[in-house]
């Protein structure tokens, strides 16, 4: 299920590129998020919840904060949650076999969507970062809302040298 969550945030990232139609992203994003809903909370349903806040921060930032939350919520129920790795391994049971599959996973971590969604609303991002249970991902979620403002002060200040 998980799997199928993710796979539909690539085909709606897609979508969004080709389309004006601001319906049928929308429902394709509920579409989605009802699969993550049900999904397992894993490191897959995570990414994908990241994916769907960020896509829909393009269409409603508020709804784009509302999912970052629940991605927030996810990432907090996993143990040691590791965004390092771009695939993730799965083991595959059935009555008489086992196998471990590995699939590839890149794209939306946390750091990357904070600072994304951060860029449209700066206060809601900079308070879901502040939820993370884990202190590490805590740091480097606030850091990446707050990086472009480092950048933004850098270039006003080369613009009043010149």
């Known amino acids: 299920m998980d799997q199928r969550a993710y ?13 004006e ?39 409603d930032v508020n709804r784009g904060i509302e999912e970052l939350g629940n991605a927030v919520k996810t990432i907090n129920t996993l143990e040691a949650p590791d965004f390092s790795q771009s695939y993730v391994m799965m083991k595959i049971e059935g009555k008489n076999f086992g196998s471990f599959a590995s699939f590839s996973t890149p794209g939306f971590n946390p750091e990357n969507t904070f600072r994304e969604v951060g860029k449209l609303d700066f206060d809601g991002s900079l308070a879901q970062a502040t939820t993370f249970t884990d202190k590490s991902l ?10 472009p403002c480092f950048s933004h002060k850098k270039a006003q200040k080369s613009q009043m040298n010149n």
Request: aromatic residues 4%; positive net charge; hydrophobic residues 50%.
């Open 7 to 19: 796979l539909f945030t690539r085909i709606a990232e897609e979508s969004l590129k080709q389309t």
């Open 21 to 59: 139609d601001q319906t049928e992203a929308r429902d394709l994003l509920n579409e989605i998020s009802g699969a993550v809903s049900k999904a397992p909370k894993t490191i897959v349903s995570a990414r994908a919840l990241l994916a769907l806040a960020f896509l829909y921060a393009k269409l």
């Open 138 to 147: 805590r740091a480097l979620t606030t850091l990446a809302v707050i990086e």
